[in-house]
């Protein structure tokens, strides 16, 4: 997790029909958004200014890569 008022950055990855098994191939994988924002800070959620995309029919892997930062979940 970054700082609150850092800049953070992710991209968003694709691949057919699922993850498993390449996890370590970049090739199998396609970047297809990617997001800018600022950190809120610790337990506040953060907007990313997402480019737009449209997810084919089917079945894919999806990835996100967090380039300069983490990310914090919770279950409810």
Do not use: Q
Request: hydrophobic residues 40%; proline residues 7%; charged residues 15%.
């Amino acid at each position: 997790m970054a700082a609150a008022s850092t800049p953070v950055e992710f991209e968003i990855y694709l691949t057919p029909t699922t993850y498993i098994g390449k996890e370590l191939n970049a090739a199998a994988w396609v970047k297809i958004s990617e997001g800018r924002g600022v950190a809120m800070g610790r337990g506040i959620p953060t907007p990313i200014d997402l480019a737009d995309f449209t997810l084919p029919a089917g079945t894919h892997g999806f990835g996100v890569f967090f380039k300069n930062s983490g990310c914090a979940y919770t279950n409810g």
